[in-house]
């Protein structure tokens, strides 16, 4: 279970602390010019002192008494002006930016792992990252010669050879294109690329004609051979086939384990979803729903997968965003300011959790609605999560009940599944089910619903298998509601299962 992601709240939070740095730069600059406006008023000041006491006592430095009084007078001009030049008061008003700064850079480098990665999982080749682009959509906006240059250097510093060439490649074009900007140095560029060609010792010419294959042994196998072949063909190759080179290194890096779960994410459709696509009105014999019914959807009959659609209201969804916003600011007061705990607090930052109070507060008929459309008691449960997913943010597939052993004594396990979409996120960021071969859309207001255990016996339910798929644009919010066995209505007994 991984989450790694820039995060959309951090971010915004950095774009607000610009607001912060121009408040400082504009206390630095008002201090400065104080300063400077008093020791120019003052320089002129003793200028025109000592030009008067020039003319108007000729001969004063025969008179032993009137040069002490000189002496003392520049003595004290020497120091005033001193002080005038050392004030430190400017500068202070600048310890804070320095701060920041870390910060940023920071963002920065969680930009380019999460670049690197959607790159990897979606096979998007660098030039199509570099232009914005992924099978048809615009996901972002034209990357210049200094981004993908930044990327080739991010690359090298992974010692992610395939990630230099092609980034190198790429900002070379751009490079050209772009009227030769100074941010590149062509130089590094020739270097990056020979050396990371010479490392990788493909012949790139070659490696296009591996492609469709669907055996992993052969492909490494066509790798070996050409191994130690090192050739300049590389600028060549990015121009013709890119995507073919990518996927086939990829697939030597990688294994072909994660398959079904990309390929769900890659191409968003759900192969099965048509054979047993059912629709209706659910009232789940309440006299009240009678007037408002739920909107069913199955999408998965073994086990049952539910979709309920406009379950969660407007009002709520923006209550819930404002309570979780709240805790975030809390859980990023906590960490200290250490370059190393910075990824570590963006993370955890994504996740929070509403507390008894607000529970009890505001989701009191949330909780009573879920009762209605589950058929189970929200008694026992666990505290509302809520997870933000930013640029590159995924899921990796897992199961959600606790392994065993790791159960709650008192409550058991994570019988049943309530997942509420607080956002729209078009073409990405499903929750797919790769055993099943099934995704859900990332719908507001809907929930997603399954029970994670076998109803029969408790155990664990295999096929539940599920994960978020990488945000390529926008960010996601969700929250999650899971129930427990204890206080159900099971035809097994839990506790001795
Ligand atoms: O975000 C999603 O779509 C899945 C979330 C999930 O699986 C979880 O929170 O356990
Ligand atoms: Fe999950």
Known sequence: EQRLHTSQISLTKLYDLQNEHFNALNKYLELEIKRLDELKDYVAAVYEWRADHKNTNKGFLDNHLDITKVMKQMHHHFFKTKNLIKNKQSIAALSEIDEHKDLSGNHILL??????????????????????????????????????????????????????????????????????????????????????????????????????????????????????????????????????????????QKGINQDNFRNLCKHGVSQTIDNYLKCRYQTKDSFYRILMPFKE??????????????????????????????????????SSINASTIEERSRSGQVCWINNNDEVKYFDSLNTRIETFTGFTTKTAEKYQIVNYGLGGHYLPHYDPFPKGAESKMFGNRLVTVLFYLTDVENDGYTSFPLLNIIAPTEKGAALVWNNLDMSNGKLDEKTLHGSCPLLKGNKWIMTKWLYEEGQNLPYDWKNK
């Open 297 to 334: 959807e199955d999408i998965n009959s073994e086990p049952l997968i539910k979709i309920y659609h406009d379950v969660l209201y407007e009002n709520e969804i923006s209550k819930i965003k404002t309570l979780a916003l709240e805790n975030m600011i809390d859980a990023k007061i906590q």
């Open 111 to 252: 930009a380019h792992r999460a670049i690197k990665r959607l790159q990897q999982f979606y096979v998007i080749p660098a030039s199509d990252m570099s232009a914005g682009r992924f099978n048809d959509r615009i996901i972002g906006d034209r990357m210049d010669a200094c981004d993908c240059y930044a990327m080739a250097k991010y690359c090298s510093e992974e010692n992610d050879m395939y990630g230099v060439i092609e980034w190198a490649v790429e900002s070379y074009n751009k490079w050209e294109s772009d009227g030769r900007p100074e941010c590149v140095d062509p130089e590094l560029l020739n270097f990056y690329i020979v050396s990371s060609s010479v490392y990788t010792g493909f012949d790139f010419s070659n490696l296009i004609h591996i492609n469709g294959s669907i055996n992993l042994q052969e492909d490494i196998d066509k790798f070996s051979r050409y191994y130690h072949l090192i050739k300049n063909e590389l600028i060549e190759l990015e121009k013709e086939n890119a995507l073919n080179t990518f996927e086939v290194y990829y697939r030597l």
